[in-house]
């Protein structure tokens, strides 16, 4: 069973999405994290994605305030990413309460540190955060192409035993026109032992169902929940 993750992203510490990565293109959908993630809880969500958007930006975590209200007034088992750049900042991260750290850009610039990271954590407590743009990996949240593949880039992470990723592709991203199924069957075709969760244009119900079909492991949905394009109650069949 695919596993449904809500996303919460925050920006001066409030529930914002933005459309295709683009922080001029924002939109407030609640002043309280909190509230947005005790919803989520109370109607049988177990996990929540957190993207600090300032943290992204900046390059330093921003907003962990807001995961230490989330953690300490709900059970959701929390990945939180954004701005995560060294040993201390891993270690105020899981210390806040998140369970799982989310690595974005740093994977990209250094993955010696991430190994180490691996070594010292466990495999099962780092989510690494693929963006693309037309298949080339994207960083600095979002704002800088690169010239590696998406395939490139998996491929020596998943030969260290590092399997648990999820894939953005950003011209999906907030416009509610529907996941990149090709490229999620591509990479899980190319990669059979990959735990891949889909990011980014999830849209309606049966955009899970065929995320499901082809093997992902979870989708995190955003903008959909936010704008009423699904609604808790649909999800209730893929909650435990």
């Not at 919460?8 to 510490?13: A, L, Y």
């Not at 750049?85 to 989310?102: H, L, P, Q, R, W």
């Not at 889909?198 to 903008?223: N, Y």
Request: hydrophobic residues 40%; aromatic residues 8%.
């Amino acid at each position: 069973m695919i596993e449904i993750i809500p996303a919460i992203d925050i920006i001066d510490g409030k529930c914002v999405r933005l459309s295709q990565g683009d922080f001029s293109r924002k939109t407030i959908y609640n002043e309280s994290p909190v509230d947005v993630a005790k919803d989520f809880e109370n109607a049988g969500i177990k996990r929540l994605h957190m993207v600090d958007l300032d943290g992204a930006k900046n390059g330093k975590i921003v907003n962990l305030s807001i995961v230490e209200k989330i953690a300490s007034q709900t059970n959701l088992i929390i990945d939180f990413g954004g701005g995560i750049k060294t040993d201390e900042d891993i270690v105020s991260v899981y210390n806040s309460g998140a369970e799982i750290i989310t690595l974005g850009s740093i994977a990209f610039y250094e993955p010696e540190k991430v190994y180490e990271w691996q070594s010292k954590y466990g495999s099962e407590k780092i989510l690494i955060g693929a963006d693309v743009k037309g298949r080339m990996i994207s960083v600095n949240g979002w704002q800088n192409e690169t010239i590696l593949t998406i395939f490139e880039f998996l491929e020596p992470y998943i030969s260290k035993g590092i399997l648990n990723f999820f894939c953005t592709d950003i011209a999906k991203d907030g416009l509610l026109k529907g996941p990149s199924i090709k490229l999620y069957d591509e990479i899980i075709k190319s990669f059979p032992s990959i735990n891949l969760i889909a990011s980014g244009g999830v849209s309606k119900s049966d955009d899970i169902e065929d995320l499901q079909r082809i093997g992902c492991t979870g989708v995190i949905i955003g903008k959909a929940l936010y704008e009423g394009n699904i609604t808790l109650k649909e999800l209730k069949k893929y909650l435990n």
